[in-house]
């Protein structure tokens, strides 16, 4: 069965660094996503990508975020300068349609900056 | 704007014993339902969902959750627990039409199955 990947399952990286997170979604899905889930708290949505541009973004995806599809088959989130309270687990998800429960989600990534 | 609750953020039970999860909502439109469940190391998975129609809704592993609209609730039930249950339970709603289909996550539930 097809699944969304991401890597790196673990980041750790300093304050103020840049970060790329990188997911490749199920091959034939056309609306990619990014949540987040801080520490004991609810995933929240980051931010929705289709047909090359963002599609919807919530207030957490300022701009210190962005994302891409660099080729065919990555898509990645990018934090320019990390915060503390960047640190969180992040995941991808792809659908074929733009409704939830299409999605696919991936493992996620750790991310912890120190 | 909509919420989720999830009222408990852990759930220990013993194998065999019945569960409920419990997820509460709030939205000033129609909404669609969501269970998600998340094995250690996996992504977030599908469990089942609630769109219309019967407000009782099946997943093909024993579980099953109700609609009740005059509750805003949404709870999961299992009858009988396995120890392959133990994962962490999220509930999400989002609208039914028009607007933003992102969906609202509540912050999970952590099902703790004991032998």
């Known amino acids: 069965e097809p699944e969304v990947t991401q890597t790196p399952s673990h980041q750790v990286t300093q304050m103020g660094q840049e970060v790329i997170l990188r997911c490749v979604p199920i091959?034939?899905?056309?609306?990619f996503y990014w949540y987040r889930q801080i520490l004991g708290q609810k995933v929240e949505f980051l931010v929705s990508?289709?047909?090359?541009?963002?599609?919807?973004k919530s207030e957490i995806f300022d701009d210190q975020f962005s994302v891409e599809r660099p080729d065919g088959s990555n898509f990645t989130l990018k934090i320019r300068s990390t915060k503390l309270e960047d640190s969180a687990m992040y995941f991808c998800?792809?659908?074929?349609?733009?409704?939830?429960?299409?999605?696919?989600f991936g493992p996620g990534t750790r991310l912890t900056v120190l | 704007a909509q919420s989720v609750t999830q009222l408990d953020s852990q759930v220990p039970v013993f194998e065999e014993a019945p569960v409920e999860l419990r997820c509460n909502y709030s939205?000033?439109?129609?909404?669609?339902l969501f269970w998600y469940v998340q094995y250690p190391n996996q992504g977030l998975q599908l469990l089942l969902k609630?769109?219309?129609?019967?407000?009782l809704v099946e997943s093909i592993n024993g579980f099953e959750a109700e609609f009740n609209k005059s509750q805003t609730s949404f709870h999961l039930r299992k009858p009988s627990v396995h120890i392959s249950d133990t994962a962490e339970y999220f509930c999400?709603?989002?609208?039914?039409?028009?607007?933003?289909?992102?969906?609202?996550f509540g912050r999970g539930t952590s099902l703790i199955v004991h032998p």
């Open positions: 998800a792809s659908s074929r349609q733009v409704r939830i429960d299409t999605q696919y």
């Open positions: 091959s034939n899905h056309l609306y």
């Open positions: 990508f289709y047909n090359n541009e963002i599609s919807e």
């Open positions: 939205s000033s439109v129609s909404v669609y």
């Open positions: 609630y769109l219309s129609g019967s407000t």
């Open positions: 999400a709603v989002s609208h039914a039409s028009g607007g933003s289909y992102i969906p609202t």
